[in-house]
T-cell receptor, first 114, second 113 residues
Framework: DTAVSQTPKYLVTQMGNDKSIKCEQN?????MYWYKQDSKKFLKIMFS???????INETVPNRFSPKSPDKAHLNLHINSLELGDSAVYFC?????????????FGPGTRLTVT | TQLLEQSPQFLSIQEGENLTVYCNSS?????LQWYRQEPGEGPVLLVT?????EVKKLKRLTFQFGDARKDSSLHITAAQPGDTGLYLC?????????????FGQGTTLQVKP
């Protein structure tokens, strides 16, 4: 059973388009995240939701809008895509255990903007 | 600003060699985690260390948390091609109660047969 799944795996689109990435976790975790991994493999958090409530909102262009319809789902909508948005986007989930949040990542969505 | 610096950034070795990857910071962390990421996949958690001086072993991988909880190391004994991947260390940001992790820039390991 897949713990954290994302769709699509690959997304190729043109500048100016709007696209969405979907994420689902079946681990029963309360917290979900979106990360961006750039071409140098640096992983940076973008957003986090806890029980459908936004708790982390990093300095990200407001063209990026997360939405969590329930605690098992976290989607990412991107408006007016730009070349610099090309990256791999990872969804993750975690549950606090003794103050430690061990994160479970999805397989990633490789976004290419042309 | 909390930062985690990993070294080396790239490592290419022959099968059977030993290696150590370092994760250093000037900040104290309540815990540190190590992840491995294979090409085309998401990072997978290997271990979490929480106590200063703690040593944890995962088969041929040995993880150590520094006494002052500012650094950690990953030692691989007799590396195998299956160990190839990107190794990431991560620690909780601030008080750690939001789940936000700070990641190091990663160490890319290639083990040649």
């Amino acid at each position: 059973d897949t713990a954290v799944s994302q769709t699509p795996k690959y997304l190729v689109t043109q500048m100016g388009n709007d696209k969405s990435i979907k994420c689902e976790q079946n681990l029963g975790h309360d917290t979900m995240y979106w990360y961006k991994q750039d071409s140098k493999k640096f992983l940076k958090i973008m957003f986090s939701y806890n029980n459908k409530e936004l708790i982390i909102n990093e300095t990200v262009p407001n063209r990026f809008s997360p939405k969590s319809p329930d605690k098992a789902h976290l989607n990412l909508h991107i408006n007016s895509l730009e070349l610099g948005d090309s990256a791999v986007y990872f969804c993750a989930s975690s549950q606090a255990l003794g103050g430690v949040y061990e994160q479970y990542f999805g397989p990633g969505t490789r976004l290419t903007v042309t | 600003t909390q930062l985690l610096e990993q070294s080396p950034q790239f490592l290419s070795i022959q099968e059977g060699e030993n290696l150590t990857v370092y994760c250093n910071s000037s900040s104290v962390f309540s815990s540190l985690q190590w992840y491995r990421q294979e090409p085309g996949e998401g990072p997978v958690l290997l271990v979490t260390v929480v106590t200063g001086g703690e040593v944890k072993k995962l088969k041929r991988l040995t993880f150590q948390f520094g006494d002052a909880r500012k650094d950690s190391s990953l030692h691989i004994t007799a590396a195998q091609p299956g160990d190839t991947g990107l190794y990431l260390c991560a620690g909780p940001h601030g008080s750690g109660n939001t789940g936000k992790l700070i990641f190091g820039q990663g160490t890319t390991l290639q083990v040649k047969p």
